[in-house]
């Protein structure tokens, strides 16, 4: 109802809950945008520097995210860590999801490199996904999941180009 007090609750590092029916966009301006989905627990990255301080990370304790980075992040990082695994993404345009089991790297587009348990599981291919489990079964390498593929191209049409990236 109040847009301007939500907004200045949501700084960068701030630990969001999202409860009930609500989706929340949230723009980085050159730096990402990122859809937080109903039922998320994350803790939002810090705002990327200018010249320092280029990597950033976002903590998805459950939930669902999806991130278009920008070109502002060009030559900086964004490490989204899940209490399952951990992917390092950048020029991309992701979705994260946890769900207490496991986590789904699913790629659209771009560079995203997934870690579990210590391990480097390697790049994620576009239009693939890398499956982690929090009970230490084999990830699972496979098709981009179609749900996760329409909330990004949902985020994506519903943002347009606020990154300036055509």
Request: charged content about 15%; aromatic content about 6%.
């Amino acid at each position: 109802a109040n847009p301007g007090a939500v907004a200045a609750l949501l700084r960068p590092g701030a630990h969001l809950v999202l409860e009930g029916e609500a989706t929340l966009d949230l723009q980085y301006p050159g730096s990402l945008v990122m859809r937080v989905t109903p039922g998320t627990d994350v803790v939002l990255p810090e705002r990327p520097g200018r010249w320092f301080r280029r990597a950033v990370a976002a903590q998805l304790a459950m939930g669902e995210i999806s991130v278009r980075t920008g070109p502002d992040l060009a030559g900086g990082e964004l490490d989204v860590h899940t209490p399952a695994g951990s992917a390092l993404v950048y020029g991309t345009l992701i979705n994260v999801y946890h769900n207490g089991e496991l986590s789904c790297f699913c790629l659209y587009a771009g560079s995203a490199h997934v870690h579990a348990g210590g391990t480097d599981l390697g790049a994620v291919p576009p239009m693939m996904r890398t499956v982690v489990f929090t009970d230490g079964r084999e990830p699972v390498f496979g098709e981009i999941e179609p749900g996760h593929l329409e909330h990004m191209l949902q985020m994506e049409s519903d943002q347009g180009d606020v990154l300036g990236r055509h």
